[in-house]
């Protein structure tokens, strides 16, 4: 297996820790926002193993709350960068090696991706072309053998350290979000694995995603009103 971050000691932290518990495991630092950088990815993993099987498009970044107008243009641009081009490009430079291996390729959603929601949109926008992304691919691929996923994961466990935009650029910390527990990342994480082994197109992985997604699916009308009414109490 091979991790990958930008963040040298902290992707050496993983890879140490995922070693300890018996896996065979490289790490390789690299922005999935820059192309160049996905090719020697994908070169290391190819260097190391001699094959790909699976790829997990999994980097991600989002804002804290704040409207369209208060966002600067560049922090929407730099989303986009990381949440759509940075799984373009691995999966662009993969899938040479994913034909030969009739591999799996994975995009990782949330259910910010099922529908838009206020004070979000550069996050909902980058989820929900993951989509469109992930439908094209399996058209394109699945006659050539190649499996394509795409998960969408609800309030996950994150890391304590985690930091997202606010809307002038600024990376700050994570606030406490929903009172609702977290789903635990090692059972999200199991159910990504499955995916690769039933090659399931779509999943939607929490009670609470699941059920915005199948309101949104019959009363679309009842989500917009209730997200509305819940934007403006803030
Ligand atoms: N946690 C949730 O509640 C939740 C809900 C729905 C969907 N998701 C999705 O699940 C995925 C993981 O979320 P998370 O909560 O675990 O986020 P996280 O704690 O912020 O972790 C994101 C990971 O991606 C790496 N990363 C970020 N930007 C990168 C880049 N440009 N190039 C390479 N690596 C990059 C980070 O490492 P470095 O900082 O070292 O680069 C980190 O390892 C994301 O796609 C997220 O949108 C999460």
């Not at 641009?77 to 373009?88: A, C, E, F, K, R």
């Amino acid at each position: 297996m091979v991790i990958n971050g930008r963040n040298p000691e902290r992707l050496e932290a993983a890879r140490s820790e995922l070693s300890q518990e018996g896996l065979t495991v490289t790490a390789h630092a690299a922005d999935v926002a820059e192309a160049e950088q996905c090719r020697a990815l994908v070169r290391h993993a190819i260097d190391a193993f001699g094959r790909l099987d699976v790829l997990v498009n999994n980097a991600g970044l989002s804002t804290e709350e704040a409207l369209l107008q208060e966002i600067q243009p560049q922090v929407f641009q730099q989303i986009l960068s990381v949440n759509v081009l940075g799984s373009v490009y691995p999966t662009h430079f993969a899938l040479p090696h994913l034909l030969k291996s009739r591999g799996h390729v994975l995009f990782i959603s949330s259910a910010a991706g099922l529908r838009g929601l206020p004070g979000h949109s550069p996050y909902c926008t980058s989820k929900m072309a993951l989509t469109a992304l992930a439908e094209s691919l399996r058209l394109e691929l699945r006659p050539q053998g190649v499996e394509v996923g795409i998960a969408y994961l609800g309030f996950t466990e994150n890391d304590p350290q985690k930091k997202v935009l606010r809307a002038d650029g600024q990376p700050v910390p994570l606030r406490p979000r929903s009172p609702i527990p977290p789903e635990p990342v090692d059972r999200v994480a199991r159910r990504i694995v499955r995916m690769t082994e039933t090659g399931r197109f779509k999943a939607v992985f929490s009670p609470l995603a699941r059920l915005l997604h199948l309101t949104n699916r019959f009363l679309p009308g009842m989500v917009s009103w209730i997200l509305a009414r819940k934007h403006s109490d803030h």
